[in-house]
């Protein structure tokens, strides 16, 4: 008979979880990621006790590393029994707020948990253990997520927006290396506003269509971009007439919003600013041709 592991009895103990902590960094908006010292993987840290969640938080301040602790519980919400009539009658189901923060990991690239029980030493978990079989393969087939980028993007915002005397600048530039050479090769998410009326339409002119803009509260305009759906969404979800394409990111310049400051990757999430003139010369330091088509105003 096999003897459980220590490691092995944390698994279905965090995915029966109905309230947990995490950290995460107010300079992405997104969760902490660190890389594991052991085995390099990419991991978040999770808590039973919001107490050993701050205790930690404090830790990393030190260290000029900013992060808050959020939690994580299971919530009473209440959906339309039919679809088609979100007005009508009302069904009640319970929504596991940690199984849900673990189902979004895989497309920010991570692969552990770092777990923390109470009165427990915590541990690094895989994270294809506490998810369904499958739901990593399925999220990778599905073609709408770009983990390696929403990655490298986390750990390169998560280094340069530390307090100044706490920068690693040869990191930066290697953090700074690797993000570039998954942006040439990414395809990233626009949000177009087809003509009235022509919203559903399965198929849309995109001369014909509007590009949004975000307004800094200083006056800036700034055109948004998204590396996958699920940051397009975060944006669009107060404006249903709005549809993604999707493009090559070489073909980026192609469209712009006029009197625009730069393009804002992943606005909702780590919020990185790419100047207009930046885009070429990231092409051309990987190798990727430069020459563009006709651009769109």
């Known amino acids: 008979m096999p003897v459980e592991t220590k490691a092995s009895g944390a698994y279905p103990e965090v995915k029966n979880l109905k309230k947990a902590y995490t950290l995460y960094s107010p300079l992405t908006n ?3 990621v660190e890389c594991e010292e052991e085995n390099y993987n990419d991991q ?3 808590y039973q006790k919001r107490e050993d969640a701050e205790a930690e938080g404090k830790a990393l301040e030190e260290r000029g590393i900013r992060v808050t602790v959020r939690e994580l519980k299971t919530v009473e919400i209440q959906i339309p029994v039919r679809p088609d009539k979100p007005n009508g ?3 009640k189901l319970y929504l596991n707020q940690v199984r849900e923060y673990l189902s979004i990991l895989p497309g ?9 029980p109470e009165s427990r030493e915590g541990q690094s978990l895989e994270l294809s253990g506490l998810l369904p079989e499958g739901f990593e393969k399925k999220l990778e087939e599905s073609g709408t997520y770009q983990p390696n980028l929403q990655l490298t993007g986390l750990y390169l915002m ?3 927006r530390r307090k100044k005397e706490h920068v690693d ?3 930066l530039q290697e953090l700074d290396e690797e993000f570039s050479s998954n942006l040439v090769r990414s395809r990233l998410y626009l949000a177009v506003l087809p003509p009235m009326g022509q919203e559903k339409e399965p198929k849309i002119d995109l001369k014909k269509c509007q590009l949004p803009y975000l307004k800094h509260q200083n006056g800036d305009a700034f055109f948004p971009v998204f590396t996958d759906m699920v940051e397009y969404r975060k944006y669009a979800q107060k404006n249903q007439n709005l549809r993604p394409i999707q493009i ?3 073909d980026l310049p192609m469209f712009w919003v006029k009197d625009a400051k730069a393009y804002m990757l992943n606005p909702m999430g780590f919020s990185l600013p ?3 003139e930046m885009i070429p010369r990231i092409l051309e330091k990987f190798g990727v041709s430069t020459e563009q088509p006709k651009k769109e105003e």
Do not use: D, I, T, W
């Open 108 to 116: 920010l690239g991570v692969n552990a948990v770092y777990y923390k």
């Open 248 to 250: 090559p990111f070489k």
């Open 89 to 91: 009658k009302k069904k």
């Open 158 to 160: 998560q280094e340069a």
């Open 169 to 171: 600048m040869k990191n």
């Open 274 to 276: 790419l100047s207009r």
């Open 44 to 46: 978040v840290r999770l």
């Open 30 to 32: 997104m969760p902490y």
